[in-house]
C-alpha cells in the first residue's frame, strides 16, 4: 500500500502574527499554511475573533513546542465597557442587563487584589468549554447557555492603567494558562457594583514571544498564483523554550538523553540553573548552542520529554 504524500513544503519553526479583528485564529492558521505551502501548522493559544495581537503560529516540528508555549506567561490589555452585560461577556454579544453605577478609579483599584494570584474563574458561556460531549458555545447560541463551574486561574498582574471616560476603563493584566479575560471584565464590574463587558482585547505577550517578533497578515498575503512566502520569515523551532531555564550538557550526555536515557542529578550538580525547581520543574537541555529537548527534574533524575 502506498502512502500518499503530504501535501506542501516540510517547514519548521514560528511565526508570530499579529492577528487582526474579525478573523478566528483558525482562520489565521489556514490562511498563512495555504501562503507559505506548508504541511503542518497550528496555533500557540485560541484568541477570540473580537481580539487582536500576538498569535504564534507553530510549523511542522515547532507543533511538539506548543504546548509549553500555551503553559507560559501572556500579558493582555482589555477595554471594560460599563454599565452594559453581554451574553458574550464581549462586544460582539447581546445586552442582557444594565446599570446606571459607574465606579470611581479608587474604587476599581480596591476592587483589583481579590483577582490576583490563585482565582476560581467562572469562563463565559461561549467558550470552548465542553459540557456532555457539546461546546459551551454552541449551547448557548442555541438558547440553553451552561451553568458553567468555578476553575482555577492565575493572575500575576492586574492593573488599571487607563480611564477615557465614566464608561470605559482599560486594564493590563498577566496571567498564566487558561484565564479568559471576558470573565475578569466581568467579574470586576460586578465587584464595583455594575455589569460590563470586553470592547476590546489585545494580546501584547506569548511566552517568550512579544510585539516586536509580530507581523501583520498583509505583509504575508500572497495571491494564488504567486509563489510561496519566504521560510526567511520564521523563528527556529527553539525560540518558543527561550523562557525555560537553560542545562549545559556534555555531548556524551546529550547522546544518551536524545535515546531516551535519564541522568543522575547528582552527576550534574552545579550545573542546575536556579530557575529550575528539582521536584518535577523543566529544564532546557543544550548541547553547546543546540538545544536537544526538554526535560523533567523528577526523583533525583533528569529525565527527557520532549526531543526535538
Known amino acids: 500500500m502506498r502512502h500518499r504524500r503530504p501535501r506542501g513544503r516540510p517547514l ?11 478573523l478566528t485564529s483558525t482562520d489565521v492558521v489556514n490562511r498563512v499554511r495555504r501562503w507559505f505551502d506548508a504541511q503542518k501548522a497550528g496555533h500557540g ?65 480596591a476592587a483589583l487584589p481579590a483577582f490576583l494570584g490563585d482565582i476560581m474563574q467562572v469562563p463565559p458561556a461561549f467558550s470552548a468549554i465542553k459540557v456532555a460531549g457539546e461546546r459551551a458555545y454552541d449551547l ?98 527553539a525560540t518558543a523554550l527561550a523562557d525555560i531555564p537553560a542545562l549545559a550538557l556534555t555531548e556524551a550526555e546529550a547522546f544518551g538523553l536524545s535515546h531516551g536515557q535519564a541522568i543522575s542529578l547528582v552527576t550534574l550538580m552545579g550545573r542546575i540553573p536556579r530557575a529550575a525547581d528539582p521536584d518535577g520543574g523543566l529544564a532546557r537541555a543544550m548541547a553547546g548552542d543546540r538545544v536537544i529537548g526538554l526535560c523533567r527534574l523528577q526523583d533525583g533524575m533528569l529525565k527527557p520529554e520532549r526531543l526535538l
Not at 519548521?12 to 474579525?22: F, M, R, S
Not at 498569535?55 to 501572556?74: E, Q, R, S
Not at 498564483?225 to 523551532?237: K, W
Open 140 to 237: 448557548a447560541r442555541a438558547g440553553a447557555p451552561p451553568v458553567l463551574e468555578p476553575r482555577p486561574a492565575r493572575v500575576d498582574r492586574f492593573e488599571l492603567i487607563e480611564r477615557p471616560d465614566a464608561d470605559t476603563a482599560v486594564f493590563e493584566v498577566q496571567s498564566g494558562k487558561g484565564v479568559y479575560m471576558r470573565s475578569l471584565a466581568r467579574d470586576i464590574a460586578i465587584a464595583c457594583g455594575t455589569v460590563g463587558h470586553v470592547a476590546a482585547l489585545r494580546r501584547l505577550r506569548v511566552g517568550p514571544f512579544t510585539e516586536a517578533q509580530a507581523i501583520m497578515l498583509d505583509k504575508l498575503h500572497r495571491a494564488e498564483d504567486t509563489p510561496p512566502v519566504s521560510p526567511d520569515f520564521l523563528l527556529p523551532v
Open 12 to 22: 519548521d519553526g514560528w511565526l508570530i502574527v499579529d492577528k487582526p479583528q474579525g
Open 45 to 109: 493559544g485560541t484568541l477570540d475573533p473580537l481580539a487582536t495581537g500576538l498569535l504564534p503560529i507553530a510549523f511542522g516540528a515547532a507543533t511538539k513546542t506548543v504546548p509549553y508555549v500555551m503553559d507560559g506567561t501572556k500579558v493582555y490589555r482589555f477595554t471594560l465597557r460599563l454599565g452594559d452585560a453581554r451574553d458574550t461577556d464581549d462586544a460582539d454579544g447581546k445586552t442582557t442587563a444594565t446599570s446606571d453605577v459607574r465606579p470611581t478609579d479608587e474604587q476599581i483599584r
